[in-house]
């Protein structure tokens, strides 16, 4: 994924990546249910991080209406199975109208979206046997952050620092998910304090909010 000298590489998502990506002018991403959170996250990344035009669509809607194909948009789609019905046949739909450039973020190798993708990225996550679908969620996140800084690159619209710097944090995210963990015995306990009680208000210090001192400052 990184080179030796931590430089995030774009054949993590295909071999055709690294020649797609410099001309991507926008970007729409297409799912379904907990797959499309992923990319109503990944929009705001996107949008800032790479300074690139992107939407999310529904995938069960997108084929239903008249959309302006873009020959220099990369086309999205994610699905934990691969399987997803209607993810399927939104890319069918995008492919139909022209689109070329189609990348995949799915969990399965052998299913079927990412067989029909130019380019591809495998979450590798395991089976998913919660209905919150925990892990799938959080490796989507990842691959789209992934995607955000490679097409930042491609844009030259990230540093050398910040390239290094948002890689250290991604680096960080399992001590960071086991320190979470490991407040399960915590929140058992807080759960029984509160399980009977009927109404709650939770104050949140102003310390805790990362540019007050600018806004008071501002104000």
Request: hydrophobic residues 45%.
């Amino acid at each position: 994924m990184i080179s030796g000298a931590g430089q995030l590489q774009p054949g993590i998502f295909g071999a055709e990546a690294a020649d797609i990506f410099p001309q991507v002018d926008s970007v729409l991403i297409i799912a379904c249910g907990t797959s499309s959170y992923a990319g109503m996250t990944a929009k705001y990344w996107i949008e800032q991080v790479a300074g690139i035009a992107c939407n999310v669509e529904i995938a069960s809607e997108y084929r239903y209406r008249q959309s302006v194909p873009n020959p220099k948009q990369l086309v999205v789609v994610i699905s934990q199975s691969g399987e997803t019905a209607d993810t399927l046949a939104a890319l069918h739909h995008a492919k139909a109208q022209g689109h070329t450039y189609t990348l995949a973020i799915c969990n399965v190798p052998e299913s079927a979206i990412v067989r029909e993708t130019a380019l591809r990225f495998i979450t590798r996550a395991g089976p998913e046997i919660g209905v919150a679908s925990t892990k799938a969620f959080t490796t989507q996140l990842s691959a789209l952050f992934l995607l955000t800084l490679l097409l930042a690159k491609a844009n030259h619209r990230l540093s050398e620092d910040d390239e290094k710097a948002y890689l250290d944090e991604l680096r960080h995210l399992p001590i960071a998910v086991d320190k979470v963990l490991a407040l399960e015995p915590s929140i058992q306990a807080w759960s029984n304090h509160f399980a009977n009680k009927h109404h709650a208000l939770f104050f949140r210090p102003w310390a805790a909010l990362p540019d007050c001192a600018g806004r008071r400052a501002q104000a």
